[in-house]
């Protein structure tokens, strides 16, 4: 026959088992959403951390909607057990990703990192307490470790919300190239005289960076060969009038038309360069069309 000291010994050695398993989940989520919201961190961190989310909330979840494994011989063979935390990890992932959706949140990595470790802390916190005993110890005895628990938690939100804080916001950058004289797009091709110089006028906008003039190139290709005699005018750059307007650089090539008659397709392509930048853009190309008369 069990004692009542025998009893309270016992929940008291499950309370205490309980509390260390719980504190460290909550640890390991905060430090995986650290890692992986301030840190840029390889690919293969990143899927590391990732699996950890799925496994510590799948876990949890699969303990709360089938119980424990020592309850259900079933669920103690790992080949069960494993893939019902994968499937309930990735459904909870999921969740989240929905829940951003409709919540009008980013979804990005931050996002998503963030409100799985959240999602994940409050299974486990609910893990630890299905785990006490029924008739647990008394209420003082609860008042330390449930200080402890909401402190990891509290600690997991601000450590997230720091995190998300703390993301510089990525500035969307990109480039448009038009023809300086819009006859170019609305006539289907340009009258020219055989060996006689073509000049081509283009507008570059920029959004979101500064081009360098001095390091952009042009290119032009006529019926898709690269033409080498062009003569390159390229001006500099026109400061924006108002934030978030493009800056624009205006330009012109001219080349001798070809000896030909017919229609020749005229390709010009403009590689901008950023100031400060060790490397070039991507090109931004305008392709036309110049009639040689017989």
């Not at 309270?8 to 050695?13: A, P």
């Not at 790992?78 to 990735?90: A, C, I, K, M, N």
């Not at 470790?117 to 006490?132: E, F, K, T």
């Amino acid at each position: 026959m069990t004692t009542r000291a025998q009893a309270s010994t016992g929940r008291r050695q499950t309370h205490i088992a309980v509390l260390p398993v719980l504190c460290a989940k909550l640890v390991l989520l905060g430090v995986v959403s650290l890692t992986v919201t301030v840190s840029a961190c390889p690919p293969v961190v990143g899927l590391a951390c990732l699996a950890i989310l799925v496994l510590i909330t799948g876990s949890a979840l699969t303990q709360l909607l089938l119980g424990e494994s020592r309850r259900r011989p079933m669920l103690a063979d790992p080949l069960v057990r494993l893939p019902l935390t994968v499937v309930f990890g990735t459904v909870s992932l999921l969740a989240v990703v929905l829940a951003l959706h409709f919540g009008g949140v980013r979804i990005g990595t931050t996002g998503v990192t963030a409100g799985t470790a959240a999602m994940g802390a409050a299974l486990v916190i609910g893990q630890g307490m299905r785990r006490l005993p029924r008739f647990g110890p008394r209420p003082a005895e609860l008042i330390r470790p449930a200080l402890a628990s909401s402190a990891a938690a509290a600690v997991l939100a601000v450590a997230v919300v720091a995190a998300i804080a703390l993301q510089p916001k990525a500035a969307e950058s990109y480039t448009t190239l038009t023809f300086a004289d819009q006859s170019w797009l609305s006539e289907a091709s340009q009258r020219a005289v055989a060996a006689e110089p073509v000049t081509v006028g283009w507008i570059l906008r920029s959004f979101g960076y500064l081009p360098d003039p001095a390091l952009t190139a042009v290119e032009v290709a006529l019926d898709g060969g690269p033409l080498t005699a062009v003569a390159v005018v390229l001006g500099d750059f026109s400061a924006a009038a108002q934030p978030g307007d493009p800056i624009e650089i205006s330009g012109s090539v001219t080349f001798a038309a070809p000896d030909s008659a017919g229609l020749h397709r005229v390709s010009i392509s403009v590689y901008p360069h950023s100031k400060g930048a060790l490397h070039e853009r991507l090109p931004v190309t305008l392709t036309g069309w110049i009639e040689v008369a017989p």
